[in-house]
């Protein structure tokens, strides 16, 4: 049906003379059907063989359980396969190949090289067996989600009695090695602007892990809302987790609903969450805003601003602000004691400290910063948010952890270790790692996915920008003025959902759908094998498992190109 929707205006008779060729290398010209795996992102190296595995209810998993991980992943595929099937498939250890007739084998190989590092696989589908090798669970994990793509749409159902009788769970035979092009491929969540629960969070997760992103940069403080339960200072999330109102329109709109907004993840809930991730080979990434974007903190303790007297509050509007944290050794200790709390909480190696958008206003009016300026022996503003900044980073470095901030931590000198997250362009990120640093893209040019996907027209409200889904696609990491040696800073990119104008999980799921899709395969897939016109043909079967997933995906793409790429 999905497929005469999609051929039939387009395709017209190519479609009856098409014939078996490469998936791998397939052309526009093909029709996307089962026979022509559809995955996303694309594979280093696929291949399509013979026939098909056809999944039975007596298949057994077996797992190379040497390495503890990997059952994990193997009960994650026993759980998704059952679930569709209604079947209870039997995990066992894994023997053999020769008893492995008939069944899915994951089993590990070391050598790492041979899989082109650390989260590669292989995968091999024959009419006979299938089997995921690779030299980590990570591997495995990602095998398996190849896996699934390869497999009918319904595979994502989680209720199997909602699945069409009808349905065949074929798998055709493949050739697969894979790995990834870049160890960051990430993806950002605004929770601030607006509050979206734990259930809506997994959720997101787990379509990260569909796609094989790796990184979850969860952006838990703002201005308008402080997310994240901190036990030492209950205030921030009593008081900093709520606003009295939001603007709905557009800035200058003058609209505010008049309604009290807000809401926090308690500790348990983050550990829930980073848990939840883990298991999916995603690492989350906190961040906690400073020294701008604080005026949930400074609502909550308005000590903490330079500004004495000041009736700090949560935040209303959207934009930036001059509240920001003074540079006070009460306001280093009350960080420190909330990094603590965060690095209890997250494993990551980074964290985020924001450091963007922090007008010096509040500073040069300052006695306090003033002082601090004469002291440290510090010219201008700028330099004395990089010392801020370099002395959160001498406290988390001590800890065992990295930073990680927005470009502007690039101004005044940027921290000795400092990753870049290079969002008003890629010249942050340039002149990052010029210096050496490492640096993720993010710019706004191809990653903002809180812009207009379509002609304003006929979208609904959102904060302005433009950025297709062919354009996200269109994105190159590594910018062209950086040697060989430079490139080598580039750690990956992430695309970034900023809620101010989405206030439900389908609003966010309408922006972020499918062009985290298109970023997922910039991050993951070699640059020479992407292309545009293969890609929307792929992402038509996509749809599908958006449908069965219950995601609510925009659809310019779906069946045609939309009129405005024309
Ligand atoms: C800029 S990206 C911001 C965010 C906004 C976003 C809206 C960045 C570091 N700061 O605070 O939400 O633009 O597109």
Known sequence: MLFQRLALP???LVLLTAGCAMPGESSAQEPATLEQ??????????????????????????????????????????????????????????SNRSEAEGSILLSVNADTAAFGGAEGYSLEVSPERIEIEAPSSAGLFYGVQTLLQLMPGQIYRTDYTLVPADTEWRVPAVSVRDHPRFEYRGMHLDVARHFFPVEFVKRYIDLLAMHKMNRFHWHLTEDQGWRIEIEQYPRLTSVGAWRDSTLVGHAGSGIWDGERYGGFYTQEEVREVVEYARERHITVIPEIEMPGHASA????????????????????????????YCPSEQTFTFLENVLDEV????????????GDEAPKAQWEESELAQQVMAREGLETEEELQSYFIRRIEQYLNGNGRQIIGWDEILEGGLAPNATVMSWRGTEGGIAAARQGNKVVMTPV????????????????????????????????????????????????AQANVWTEYMHTGEKVEYMAWPRAA?????????????????????????????????????????????????
């Open 37 to 94: 795996p559809s995955v996303i992102p694309k594979p280093v190296y696929m291949e399509r063989g013979e026939g098909h595995f056809r999944l039975a209810r007596g298949t057994v998993i077996h797992a190379d359980i040497t390495m503890p991980s990997v059952q994990g992943t193997a009960e994650f595929l026993k759980r998704k396969l059952d679930s569709a099937t209604g079947y209870d498939l039997p995990l066992q250890p894994w």
């Open 297 to 324: 903190a400074l609502a909550a303790y308005p000590e903490l601003g330079c500004v004495e007297g000041k009736d700090y509050q949560v935040k209303t509007t959207w934009g930036v602000f001059e509240d920001i």
């Open 343 to 354: 690095m209890e909480l997250f494993p990551s190696e980074y964290i985020h400290i924001g």
């Open 10 to 12: 387009f395709l017209g």
């Open 445 to 492: 040019s191809h990653s903002y996915l809180d812009y207009y996907q379509a002609p304003r027209g006929s979208e609904p409200l959102a904060i302005g920008g433009f950025n297709t889904l062919r354009n996200v696609y269109s994105f190159e990491p590594v910018p062209e003025e950086l040697t060989e040696e430079e490139a080598g800073y580039v750690m990956g």
């Open 518 to 566: 298109a970023m997922a395969e910039v991050v993951w897939s070699p640059a020479g094998r992407r292309n545009w016109t293969d890609f929307w043909r792929r992402l038509q079967p996509h749809f599908e498992r958006f449908d069965v997933l219950g995601v609510n995906a925009a659809e310019h793409y779906r069946g045609r190109l939309p009129e405005f790429e024309n």
